[in-house]
């Protein structure tokens, strides 16, 4: 009580914050009449003083006032539209590095101009993530127009681009891109074999759109890099066709989890019908023999009754296409990892594409914590406030409205089932429709969205449906769903770009009926100007409607997809209206809510038909939300948890593959892992400790042929007495570095150096890649030490520390071995077949099961190849006057050179032999 009282005098701490803004804000107006007296030329002038004034030591905050008025004004002269004082305190509050939580229709994609402006002046380059290509695309020339009119140059980063152009795009001053393709090319990057093909440069400040849902529903799913395996298509469709024997009756199906496990019965009814099939091994289903098969029933399983066709996924063109469970478009190019997509494919009987290995992967939340600095802006964040600072370190600041919002959001309308939820829907949308009122449904599945249909098309409503079987025409359905009478049924509208305006939008209005007509154009113009005033005089028939009226079908799982929904009504002080109808069959009710006593309560009080509308019901959804919101957050938690352990280990591969390109050389790097290598070989064979007579002679001979190449005269030695296992380590090392010595000569030390490095790289990239494979393994199966009362995620961290010194320890030695008995081929090389440019990236989540995976062609990626580059050697140069006689070679050349006979041997080794 006291606390609302302290509130309702002094205001809460966010509405302090704001106020706080205030002076800034009023000290940006104050520059307002000097900056409006401006030329145009003189305007654009502004950005060269302020990085002049930079450059002389003020800081960006220094700064900030008149470089925000100018923005303004820049944004006033190009695009028409002034910003808000409102945006302003946006603009601040992004600037510094939080997240501006602003309503729909107040304009953030203008905010955004203010705080990348003044933070592209040091020139160091600034990111604007959004959600979709399609937005940055557009943001990119719309709001470009704005910064190329002040002097910045600025880029896009999107699919299908080459090396060359995302170079350029990077190094603009603003690149805008989504956050697939930002965290891919950071990944590509760190794949690249020369510091000239990497197209990133070091990060500054990133500016991400549509927050929350990048970093909070995309990041529970890591983006993974991944080449081809072989082709196991036959054993996916076997199992597939056992598993649709299985009955109900032999698993158990656990929707809250999204998870299907065998009961005993079960067991051996598959045991039974693989033995049939010849895929079972002995009689038992999980003898270790049988892993692979468990794994694919597991994944059959899942994708028989777990996933649904049309929720979860389409099938369009012969292809299985994600469905995203939070915007409801198709992931068209992305799979599923660990085998389920092909598992799916198996299910739908379509073409199955090959399994993947991860080549590369980070999370979200490790990417975007690279960013020194980096804002956030969305419309609805206060939610997931506490994960935001807890993940980023970031705080959500609430942006007044500018204009009052006058929208009304009422109370959730419950019925018994969904027959008579949707008929009460479609009664309502026709009574609407009758009146004028523009009517926005949104709904959680394709599914939902074509049953309502049915039922509209049974009232003779007229109607349009989008979701991701439309998907291209979305921009268009969606930015007319303001028009006079208009009813579009819509999944999940979150994060749909497309501004929403009473009586219709001009853009779209004019590319859908006058598509013949260019912008800019004299009879454009005059088109134009008609079709304006039609469509101001059907808002003003619409705002007597009652403005735009947005239904629910069904809570989701998220209160943000839910305020998102109705945030879509109310825009900029309009009227609106919301509503949720829901039902006993909903899932969100069915899983996670309170079912016993919602069933007696329905099933007893309410009559066929009837609704029944209480705040305390709608106080329980809200309920049930939190416990879904607070165990997507635990999944999200574990997942950056997890990554966190690799996170270390990926910067110091990365950082060593970034030393070893700049590096000219190697050699001593090299030198240090022989010299570690001999002294590894000689500890196995000499323990400490140990008698000269128990020492492994033979075993050591053995592997410092085959490790090293040489064959040191161990037996003359062990005859010296006081013979020490560092006496022993000391002349190995030395006798393998004298051979090492002689075949640089041999080939010239410049091409050495760059063979040196080339070996590293490649050694180093491969053994990354084994040890990305052990680590997925291992967190698959980590959990089951909670049975032995040990916490999983320390069990991770000790297991992963000791696989990565493993892992160094691996590649000190085939370093040293490739170097000692490589061997080389001074004849043309043959000609290659081409390699088919298979490369795959993915958003998987290791956890629960979604995931999104994106399949480019690798010429789109940067040329990112699976195979390795070949050694790039330098063959020296033959005397012209060589006959064909071996016996006139005497002489002629060195006896260390390759045999001119193109043997690959020395020519003393050859020909040239004594």
Known sequence: ???????????????????????????????????????????????????????????????????????????????????????????????????????????????????????????????????????ARRDAEWMGQVYRFLGLTVGVIVPNLSDDERREAYWSDITYGTNNEFGFDYLRDNMKYERHQMVQRPFAYAVVDEVDSVLIDEARTPLIISGPTEDKSELYKLVDAVVKQVDKSHYEHDEKQRSVILTEDGTEAIERALEAAGLLQGDNLYDFENTQVVHHLNQALKANVVFRRDTDYIVKDGKVIIIDEFTGRMMDGRRWSDGLHQAVEAKEGVNIEPENQTLASITFQNYFRMYPKIGGMTGTAATEAPEFYQIYKMNVVSIPTNVPVQRIDEDDEFYKNIGDKFAAIAAAIRDKQKTGQPVLVGTVSIEKSELLSEYLKAENVPHAVLNARLHEQESHIVAQAGRMGAVTIATNMAGRGTDIQLGGNLE??????????????????AVAAGVRAEIVAEKERVLAAGGLFVLGTERHESRRIDNQLRGRSGRQGDPGLSRFYLSLDDDLLRIFGPQTMFAKMMNKNLADGEAIVSPWISKAIETAQKKVEARNYDIRKQVVEYDDVMNDQRKVVYEQRADIMDAEAVDDVVADMRAETVTTIVGDACPPGSYPEQWNIEGLKAAALDVLAIEPPLDEWMKEEMLEPEILATRIAEAAEATIKERAEEIGIDSWKGIEKSVLLQTLDHHWKEHLSTLDALRQVIHLRAYAQKTPINEYKTEAFALFERMLSAIREDVTRTLANIRFNFAPPPELPQMPSIFTTTHFDPLSGSDDTNDFDAASLGLVTTRLPPLQIVQPAMPDELGEDPAEWEGKISRNSPCPCGSGRKYKHCHGQL
Do not use: C, W
């Not at 209005?509 to 454009?524: F, K, Q, S």
């Open 508 to 525: 779209m209005r004019m590319l859908d009926e006058h598509p013949d007509l260019v912008a800019g154009t004299p009879e454009y113009d």
């Open 1 to 135: 009580m006291f606390a609302g009282i302290a509130k309702a005098i002094f205001g809460s701490s966010n509405d302090r914050y704001v106020k706080s803004m205030q002076p800034i804000v009023n000290k940006i107006a104050s520059f307002e009449p000097t900056v409006s007296a401006l030329s145009d030329e003189d305007l654009a002038a502004q950005t060269v003083r302020f990085r002049e004034r930079y450059a002389g030591g003020e800081t960006l905050d220094q700064l900030l006032p008149e470089a925000f008025a100018t923005v303004r004004e820049a944004a006033k002269r190009v695009l028409g539209q002034r910003h808000y004082d409102v945006q302003m305190i946006g603009g601040i509050t992004l600037h510094r590095g939080e997240i501006a939580e602003m309503r729909t229709g107040e304009g953030k994609t203008l905010v955004a101009t203010l705080a990348v402006y003044l933070n592209a002046l040091p020139g160091l380059g600034v990111h604007v993530v959004t959600v979709n290509d399609y937005l």
